[in-house]
């Protein structure tokens, strides 16, 4: 697919300092010292411009976080949270939880009617759903702690964005037709001023958010305990939400360390919980080690196949046992150790698909008798989030994935202050058993709970090998993350090639529950999934999935491989 050229040609005017690499679209760009790959041109040119004035790598993720924050306001947020995964090229590596929190007021049953029946919308739509946001706490966080050059450097692209507004591409201008938008005054304000709907082609400025973002920059301790926190409690709480000022000052990131497993002699640096996805990354990987993947071929119904019933074998585990790892045991040693896999292992029949419902988990480590304390969640992810990736002439990298969850999260805009709120409640069970909006059945271990972080499927990972830096790996698309993620890494390790057909090739998934396995069709000869339907298979054939915003470093000559999802307008950008 040949990408789109961005109209922003003022904007990049102010941004090129970082020349663009070429070679976007069926190959990777090429750069020798520094990349940062993400959904959006010009947030991309901004991080590759601040590593270019002196930032390192989480100078430029920084400032490419609060820059997609105004450019692709459907995901990219003030409002939400998410993960940042940073190695230093020492290899030193952290994993910055910030994630959004359930506030004090939040209760196991808040979603439900007084039949205790979940009541549609409310853990989805509007101020009851908001979480209390993390990301402005993450990327201040950070900034200071990692960052070279200062907070106000680093903000000072997304705020001249805000303040003199960026050109709308035909996606970005239908996106902003969700009708849900209109529900909410300040919103429909703001991104579909008043019924005037935005063109592609138009220059969409935000004053509000520009403001706010400048207020950050002067005292970043505005948002959680100053004026903005007071400001943005009382307007939610106006709207009927339950966040207090407390909330806000009670909100703390929390620097975890990153979870790390083994395949094929890789090392895989990946997200540990709250997010489910370094787990389940590595205990699919686990599985799949004991087969000569590479001879299968790939994509072919052989591969598949072993790779759905390692990820319906995995996802099942999440299903069971993940959770807030501050509030309840989430198993996680066992469900990535080798042997626990290799247990797992037996049970796949080499020429048929196992049916969910006949699952057996293998006795492990007492997993079988955990299992019994928990009830499993099924079903698909809801459907929008954003992942970029960056590597510094240094060699530190960063893995960012955030999000709002749903496309343009609660739809709720803080009055005044011009930044949406998420509606990440909704990753929580509003009910053990009962599936919410999203086909979602959940359990116990992701009850909600008051200062609880909902259970996730961000996957920000990292590929050494040798202690080296090789690969920055991410994708948005709820539990199909998990999967992609997977598949781009295997593409890469098992099936050599090179990073952006990595990112490109087709996609599958399975998630367990239901018990299908999701193809993009257009991608997969019509003859493999006829052979997969034999194996017992049910295939739904949907569209594309996901957004691999992805870097590889080239073991040979060091040189920085961006590669951004040519499913989407995204762009890597390097020098
Ligand atoms: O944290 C999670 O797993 C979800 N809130 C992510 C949602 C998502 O990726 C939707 N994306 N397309």
Redesign the pocket.
Same mark, same amino acid.
């Given at each position: 697919m040949v990408k789109r050229l961005h109209g922003y040609i003022c904007l990049l005017a102010l941004f090129t300092c970082a020349a663009p690499a070429l070679g976007a679209g069926f190959h990777p760009v090429h750069a020798k010292k520094a990349m940062v790959v993400s959904v959006h041109e010009v947030a991309s040119r901004v991080g590759a411009g601040i590593m270019k004035a002196g930032g390192n790598a989480v100078d430029a993720a920084v400032a490419t976080g609060f820059a997609l924050a105004v450019v692709h306001p459907a995901a990219g947020n003030l409002g939400g949270g998410g993960f940042m995964l940073f190695r230093k090229a020492n290899g030193e590596a952290h994993f910055l939880d910030f994630r959004e929190k359930a506030p004090e007021a939040a209760t196991a049953n808040m979603y439900l009617d007084a039949n205790g029946n979940v009541i549609p919308g409310m853990s989805t739509i509007g101020y009851k759903a908001i979480g209390v946001p993390g990301s402005v706490a993450g990327f201040v966080y950070a900034e200071k702690k990692w960052g070279k050059l200062t907070l106000a450097q680093v903000m000072a692209p997304a705020i001249r964005l805000a303040r003199d507004g960026v050109v709308l591409t035909h996606a970005e201008a239908q996106m902003m037709r969700d009708p849900l938008l209109a529900k909410f005054p300040e919103t429909y304000r703001i991104f579909q001023r008043n019924g005037k709907l935005y063109e592609q082609g138009e220059l969409f400025k935000q004053p509000e958010l520009a403001r706010t973002l400048e207020r950050i920059a002067k005292n970043p301790d505005t948002f959680y305990r100053g004026a903005m926190a007071r400001q943005l409690a009382a307007d939610i709480q106006r709207g009927g939400g339950i966040i207090t000022a407390k909330d806000l000052a009670d909100y703390k990131v929390v620097d975890r360390r990153p979870l790390r497993g083994t395949y094929r002699g890789y090392e895989i640096i990946s997200a540990p919980p709250p997010?489910s996805g370094g787990a389940v990354l590595i205990e699919i990987l686990n599985i799949l080690e004991g087969y000569d993947m590479a001879s299968f071929g790939r994509n072919s119904a052989e591969a598949i196949h072993l790779t759905a019933e390692a990820e319906r074998r995995a996802f099942y585990d999440r299903a069971e046992f993940m959770g807030d790892p501050d509030f309840s045991n989430v198993p996680i040693a066992q469900l990535t150790d080798k042997k626990y896999a290799a247990e797992w292992r037996e049970s796949i029949d080499p020429d048929h698909a196992t049916p969910s419902n006949e699952l057996k988990r293998p006795s492990f480590d007492g997993l079988d008798r955990l299992a019994a304390l928990h009830k499993p969640y099924i079903g698909p992810? &809801?459907?929008?989030?954003t992942h970029y990736s960056v590597v510094d002439p240094e060699g530190n990298a960063v893995s960012v994935t955030y999000?709002l969850?749903?496309s343009f999260g609660s739809r709720v805009t803080a009055t005044g202050l011009g930044f949406l709120l998420n509606d990440?409640m909704d990753?929580f069970a509003s009910k053990p058993g009962v599936p919410n909006m999203y086909g979602l059945i959940q359990g116990k271990a992701n009850a909600i709970g008051p200062g609880h972080r909902?259970l996730?499927?961000?996957t920000p990972t990292m590929v050494t090998r040798d202690g080296k830096l090789y690969m920055v790996l991410g994708s948005?698309?709820? &539990?199909t993350?998990i999967t992609t993620v997977l598949n781009t890494l295997m593409n890469v390790i098992d099936y050599r090639v090179d990073i952006q057909r990595a990112v490109d090739s087709a996609r599958f998934h399975h998630q367990w529950m239901p018990d299908e396995l999701r193809v993009e069709a257009w991608q997969l000869s019509p003859d493999t999934m006829k052979m997969l339907e034999k194996m017992g298979y049910k295939l739904r054939h949907t569209g594309s999935w996901g957004d691999g915003e992805c870097i590889m470093i080239d073991p040979k000559t060091g040189e920085r491989l961006g590669a951004s999802d040519s499913r989407n307008n995204g762009k890597a950008v390097g020098y």
């Open positions: 997010s992810e &809801p459907d929008h989030t999000t969850n749903d990440e990753d909902p996730s499927a961000m948005p698309g709820g &539990p993350i």
